[in-house]
Every structure is written in C-alpha cells, then in structure tokens.
C-alpha cells in the first residue's frame, strides 16, 4: 500500500511539474469543420492571442467532415498533455449525441470542457434570387414551390442542417439538402447561383449580408441582435422558433488540471479584451467564458435541449 501511494504521489508531483512547463513546443487546435466557417474563424482569434500570450505557436488543422464527428474523434484519441485542444461547437457537442446513432467516442468520458467561447445566431439567408423580402414572403414561397428550393448547410447534423430542418417542420414546406463541408462553401454556392437558402452562422454570413450578395431575412434567438437591431427575428414570425449556435475550447479528458486552469483563464482575458470582445460582437457574436465546471454543465444541458430537437425532425444518421 505504502509502495502505491507513493507511485501516486511521484505521479502528481510528475504532472504539477510537466504542467508548470507547458507549453515547449507547439500546440495543435484542432477545429472539426473546414476553412471558412465561424468555428474557424473563432479558432484562428484564438490561436494568434494564445500564440502572443504563451510565446508558442497555437497551429490550428481542420479537419472536417460528418457534421464534426471526424476532428472531434480525432482529439479525443489524442493525447491528454496539453498539446492537442478542439474548438468544439454545438454540432460536435450537443447534436451529433442524438443525431449518429454510433460515435467513436463519449462526450463525458473522452472530453474535459476547459470554457465556453462565443454564443451567437444563425442568419436566415436567401440567394437575390429568390425574391422575397421577409419569413413571411418566403414560407408563401416555399408553400407554392414544394421540393424546388435547396438549402446548403455545414454539414449533416449541424445547427445550420437542423435549423431548417426545424423551420421546414414548423412551416410545413419541403426543401433540398446540400450539406457542405464549411459555412464558407455554403455561402460561396449561393453566391454562384447554386444555393438557394441557408440557415447558418451569422459570425460568417452577416458581411456578405451587409455587401449584398445574400439576403439575410432574420435572426434565429429570441430577441433581435443589437449589432443589427432592424433585422427582424424568424420568431416573429414563426413564435417559439430558437437555434443559438456556440462555440467552447476541450481539451482530452485527463488533461493535467493546472493546463485546464490556465487555458480558461487566458481565454476569459482573450475575450474580455476590448478589441476582440468589439469584433466578434460586431459579428453578432457574443463573448461568453465561463470555468470547466459551468462550461461542463451549459454542455449537458445543450445536449437534452437538441436532443428533444433531433427527435422532433426525425433526422439521424447511422
């Protein structure tokens, strides 16, 4: 027994020390979805501050694929010292739980929460050539096109997928799915011509709003967005509709509890800072760090509220 504990205790002292030393090289943060998208540019913001703060490079790798289920698989195999980390969002982390009906991993067993980043809405964006100017014009035209009008999203399982999926349900229309690798891909389609519809981040769409080369008809929280308060809200329309998107940084699980500490507390000052709290709010985006232990619980709770979600739309994938 003596012989035990005292392993123990070289094991703990082994990794305070190894902890006080991170990071010595490089740290890969790995983002679950392609170039383009809000996740991405959320890991990139990152990254750069994390890089300045820690004097090591923050090197981000997309890997995308299966509504995020490939990057996040892959993280959650890797291994737990502080030197592989995953911008995980509401897809890989509260979604794809009810969606696939296997996963390569456990979102409780295989992950430690380190903090949530950013929450923010979608934007319900047309193609200009769809010529409606409101949720009302385009459930009308919806209604008198069944089956005709496609949709991109960012993946199959995404907030993007099921927050149409939602809105064809509640508005009794049919669409055509497109799932894509990124919002980018998404957003580039509909500008050539070959998207007709999307539901997907604002962070990532609201500049090719704002330019004109979408459409945005609303915002799918509650309330309005301050950033662009005459933007009407698809609630409005359609009462009770809600699909807020979020972003939060994990680590595997087993990672040395003193990285975990420090991670958060640098990334509640990255977001805290003027500058970058100003850009992603400019983007619609809302800053919100919080400790592993509520970042662990907002998590769970996510994960019964798109659950129940997943199980209204019928939709899953083996």
Do not use: C
Not at 106 to 134: G, T, Y
Not at 172 to 182: K, L, N, Q, V, Y
């Amino acid at each position: 027994m003596r012989r035990i504990f005292a392993a123990a205790i070289v094991l703990m002292v082994s990794a305070a020390a190894h902890s006080q030393d991170w990071p010595q090289h490089a740290v890969t943060v790995v983002v679950p979805f392609g170039p383009g998208g809000s996740a991405d540019l959320m890991g990139r913001i990152l990254s750069t501050h994390l890089q300045t703060r820690f004097g090591v490079s923050f090197v981000v790798d997309n890997k995308g694929g299966a509504g995020g289920s490939i990057g996040t698989g892959f993280v959650a195999k890797a291994a737990n010292d502080g030197y592989t980390l995953l911008v995980g969002t509401v897809s890989s982390h509260a979604i794809n739980a009810a969606l696939y009906t296997k996963l390569a991993y456990d979102l409780d067993r295989d992950f430690q929460p380190v903090s949530l980043l950013v929450r923010f809405p979608n934007l319900l964006i047309v193609s200009p050539k769809i010529r409606v100017a409101s949720v009302a014009g385009l459930i009308d035209y919806l209604k008198a096109n069944p089956g005709k009008v496609n949709y991109g999203s960012s993946g199959i399982g995404t907030s993007s997928h099921l927050s149409v999926v939602m809105f064809a349900h509640a508005t009794g229309t049919e669409m055509t799915h497109i799932p894509f690798r990124s919002t980018g891909e998404v957003v580039n389609s509909m500008i050539g011509g070959y998207v007709d519809l999307g539901i997907d981040s604002m962070t990532t769409t609201i500049p090719h709003a704002r330019s004109g080369t979408v459409r945005a008809l609303a915002v799918t929280t509650p309330q309005r967005n301050a950033s662009i308060p005459d933007l009407p809200t698809i609630a409005e329309t359609l009462p009770g509709y809600e699909a807020i998107a979020w972003q939060g940084l994990f680590a595997p699980a087993g990672t040395p509890r003193p990285i975990v500490d420090r991670l958060a507390m640098e990334v509640k000052r990255i977001l805290e800072t003027p500058d970058v709290a100003e850009s992603l709010k400019a983007l619609g985006a809302e800053p919100s760090p919080m400790p592993p232990e509520a970042f662990a619980a907002f998590a769970r709770t996510e994960r019964a509220k798109w659950k129940e979600a997943v199980r209204v739309s019928g939709a899953h994938v083996d």
